[in-house]
């Protein structure tokens, strides 16, 4: 019974919550400007606005544009079931850690390859900035998760991110967080990397390959984006935050997660947007923030 | 000998008699100029006149060390070789000419027009290559900015070359103001450019004064003086925080934003306007400032002043936002001086050049103003630059509010005499707006041409993006802030 619980908890946390990551996101940077800023809840109403509204393609787009904005979200959701929340993931095997960076990397394979479909000279610059930034911030990840399965022991997403504090490897935990933390603003295309809110075409990445998209198609995407910051928020909360059984690690693992938002927040409040050569700079930092943190934690 | 033989030199402001100006034979005509230039001088404005047997060239040149205009006509026939080679400052004016009038000018390099046709007929400049890759923005954008297209030759991220097409806002403005003044024509020159309302009317104005031969007010003068310092304020800070805003940096996005509406209510509270149209009507300014708005607005510009420091520190002291700012979309000193740019983009590369010291004319010829300087011509040169700029406006006006001139704000302005020439310089928050009008034997426009500042900026732009960033357009674009209605015209 506890387990059906805990797997409808799961279920619940990773479809409802993630839009309202972004309100909190929005919130804290209008607290910043001094302003009222939108309310909490108003990335859902976007997207029902936007399930509400038909489609335009474009004669010069194939089924591959079609299938974008569904495999990747799609491809986020069933990684969604491997990444640990509050007590457990809803599904966990030996490797999995594997299958969620490859899941990540099939949604990002589908927007690209949907954005090139498009053929608009807007939509390659932003598939081939995305696909750069990728491939840098992907190998952070791939070290973190190698140094936290030498020091569990474990080869799945639960037993890695336990929640059991390492203290004892308090150096490589702290490193640990850093590069997933820069990994996390990489992938979520968030400032200093990206800048969600602007309006440039020739200054964004995410954004920019999204552009032709609309309706439901511009939903899925813009929801699929909301589960990937929560999924990759809960990862460095389990690393940080202790784990407790029950309503008590749910309590735990949600103020966590929006306290998360807000630094996300806080980091686009008070810092400008990296010059694009810029940015491979920072996730080499990232990389060598997971490669300490490997070191630290595999002896 | 301070006048450039050759030429007729009158002071900025000033009507002469058109027959006084020297008309020379087309070969003449490129020769002196091409002298004239090469003593320092630097085109204002080139353009096509009516002259006996044809179709001529008028060119005004500006004296900045020594305060004068030169001016000289060409006669109707003979050869017209163009001045581009020799002088790229005439690139976009020679264009202009080939597209408005009869003239056909040799040895241009492309004669592309640059408002009045359909844009895009003429096709574009275009690198080839296996990797070089094209990305055309525009003339419709995600923002709610102007029309323009822009068209970079890119390879990979970096941009070997921009073409910036204009026109798409022509409104046939000259012609509108050709044959006046007429009652309509004070709300034209304000909508030349709808954020220079008060500079493009001021030009306007003063040039209607010295046609008719009178003096303004000297009250007025100042108010004048005092609306388009606050132009160039609201406008210098709404540029800031659009800059701040491009590189998502949201403070100081946010309080430069909330400071430029202190100025525009100022504007607002003088006019009845917040871009100050309806103020500067010729003889003088239309609306007076009493004495206890003179002492709020004094208030209100003190505490401006302090909020401007405080989130000029928090822009220019982050470190992220610097990393953003130096080093992008650089104009040398001396592509800036080939290009002959006016206004903040000269000063920030160095170029001494401000009409309100150099040509100083109404209330700048009672009260002086600091020219300011940068010398790297980038993006944070142009940023500092203008915040340097709104503190030296925000001393001025309250000097200006301390000891404002008593009398009328207005006197009448009698009709335009016949047979002059008039020029008239006004340093507008962009730059050197240049206004010249010719009456016929009626006492009526025979000729008004105008240059904004923008016509000899928008080629800046282009230089400054050669091999950047093409994701920096949006930043460099911004901190030239240019008007495409002021070049369509």
Known sequence: ????????????????????????????????????????????????????????????????????????????????????????????????????????????????????????????????????????????????????????????????????AR?????????????????LLTENSRIPVDDPATHLELTMIHEVMVLDHGGPDLAFIQYGASVKLLLWSSLLVRLLLPDAPGAAGWAVWALGVVALAAVVGAVESTMARLKMPRVPQLLFVAICAAAFAMMFMVK | MSRVPGFR???????????????????????????????????????????????????????????????????????????????????????????????????????????????????????????????????????????GHFRFQCHGETVHHLEIQLGYQHRGVEALLAGGPDRRAIFVAESISGDTAVGHALAYCSNLEALAGVCPAPRGEALRAAALELERLSNHIGDLGAMAGDVGYLPAAAYFGRLRGEFLNMLMALSGNRYGRGLVRPGGAAFDLTESMAKDFSARLAAARADMSA???????????????????????????????????????GLDRDVRRDHPLGHYRVQRITATNETAGDVLARASLRRTEANRSLDFLRELLAGLPRGAARETCPAPRAGLFAVVLVEGWRGEICHAAETDRGGKFRDYRIVDPSFHNWPAVAAAMRGGEISDFPLCNKSFNLSYAGHDL
């Open chain 2, 311 to 349: 989130v000029g520190e928090l822009l220019f002291e982050s470190a992220s936002v610097l990393g953003r700012f130096e080093e992008t979309g650089t104009v040398s000193r001396q592509s800036a001086e080939d290009l002959g740019l006016v206004g903040p983009p000269a000063r920030a590369s």
């Open chain 2, 9 to 147: 030199a009158l002071c900025n402001g000033e009507a002469v008699e058109a027959a006084s100006i020297p008309c020379v034979p087309a070969a003449e005509f490129r020769e002196r100029v091409l002298r004239a230039a090469g003593a320092g001088r630097r085109l204002s404005a080139l353009f096509a006149r009516a002259a006996a047997g044809g179709q001529g060239l008028c060119a005004i040149m500006a004296d900045d060390a020594r305060g004068f205009l030169h001016v000289l006509f060409s006669e109707g026939t003979g050869d017209f070789r163009s001045l581009t080679p020799e002088l790229p400052e005439a690139h976009l004016f020679e264009r202009e000419i080939a597209e408005s009038s009869r003239i056909s000018i040799e040895g241009h390099p492309w004669l592309k027009p640059v408002r009045r046709s359909l844009p895009d007929s003429a096709g574009f400049f275009r690198e080839n290559g296996a990797e070089v890759h094209e990305v055309a923005v525009g003339p419709v954008h995600a923002g709610i900015i102007e029309p």
């Open chain 1, 167 to 183: 203290w004892e490897t308090a150096s490589g935990l702290v490193m640990a967080a850093v590069g997933l933390f820069l990994v």
């Open chain 1, 1 to 164: 019974m506890t387990a059906l619980a805990g797997l409808l908890a799961h279920g619940a946390a990773l479809l409802l919550l993630p839009p309202l990551l972004l309100g909190i996101i929005g919130k804290t940077k209008a607290a910043f400007g001094g302003r009222t800023g939108p309310p909490f809840l108003q990335p859902y109403h976007d997207l029902l606005k936007l399930l509400g509204k038909g489609a335009v393609y474009s004669r010069t787009t194939t089924w591959m544009f079609r299938l974008g904005p569904v495999l990747s979200l799609a491809a986020i959701l069933v990684a969604g079931c491997v990444v640990p929340l509050a007590g457990g993931s809803a599904l966990s095997f030996t490797g999995d850690a594997i299958l969620f960076a490859y899941l990540l990397g099939l949604s990002r394979f589908a927007t690209i390859t949907a954005a090139l479909d498009a053929g608009s000279s807007f939509e390659g610059m932003g598939a081939s900035r995305e696909a750069a930034f990728a491939s840098l911030a992907e190998p952070a990840l791939i070290l973190v998760l190698a140094g936290l399965s030498g020091s569990s022991g474990d080869l799945s997403m639960t037993g890695m991110f336990g929640g059991a």
